[in-house]
């Protein structure tokens, strides 16, 4: 049986050429650097895989400037050695042991499905392997706390979850004792973020009170 060729898509192709004929053209010196010396990133991003929320347009970040992780829900999962496939810890390690990021942030953004799955009631399954459900089951403990709460509207629930997400991934980043030991020493810092896809704001998150404010860009 003959195997039918898929066509590359039209879009991506189109893409391409523009990529080549500006951003490349415009950083081709830099793109050279970079494959000669390598990458050297001082800041690592942790973002949702949602494709409105891309950390590397948000923060216009050019060529090797930024090594960003990207995952269902931006969630770093606590640091448990085994046998076992670890994406987003693999790169974790990578970065901060390897690559010597100076900075991590967490970024969350509105609107997240992963949140919304791990609002969802009864976490219920989505097909017989689950893996989002297992993903995001991480956050139950925290979904659960919040999702009866008379006095929020469900956007509302949604934008809190979405917040408490972020610390969470924080909280678990320092279970890895590489992060923890060069956190202490002064030698990493540790950042949460929450980017609204629909107005384009920026909020951070307050290092010594959790809170999420709009940064002062003075």
């Not at 090797?64 to 640091?79: D, I, K, T």
């Not at 990021?101 to 609107?111: C, K, L, P, S, T």
């Not at 384009?200 to 010594?208: A, N, Q, S």
Request: with cysteine; glycine share 6%; aromatic share 8%.
């Amino acid at each position: 049986m003959a195997i039918r060729m898929q066509k590359f898509p039209k879009n991506l192709l189109n893409g391409y050429q523009n990529f080549m004929s500006g951003r490349y053209d415009t950083d081709q010196a830099r793109y050279k650097e970079l494959a000669k010396t390598g990458q050297k990133p001082q800041t690592m991003v942790i973002a949702c895989c949602d494709s409105r929320s891309a950390p590397e347009v948000v923060f216009d970040s050019g060529p090797g400037e930024m090594f960003v992780v990207r995952n269902v829900a931006n969630l770093v999962p606590p640091y448990s050695p085994d046998d076992q496939y670890h994406g987003t810890s693999a790169a974790l390690e990578f970065a901060v042991q390897s690559l010597k990021i100076r900075e991590i942030v967490v970024m969350g953004h509105g609107r997240c499905g992963g949140i919304s799955a791990a609002l969802a009631s009864n976490f219920e399954p989505l097909s017989s392997s689950d893996f989002i459900g297992n993903w995001v089951e991480m956050l139950k403990p925290a979904a659960e706390s919040i999702k009866d709460t008379k006095h929020m509207t469900d956007s509302e629930r949604q934008t809190v979850m979405e917040r408490i997400s972020v610390r969470n991934s924080i909280e678990n980043l320092r279970t890895f004792p590489c992060v923890k030991e060069l956190e202490d020493r002064g030698s990493l810092n540790l950042h949460g973020a929450w980017f609204d896809i629909s107005s384009g704001e920026l909020w951070i998150m307050d290092h010594e009170t959790g809170d999420f404010v709009r940064p002062n860009m003075a």
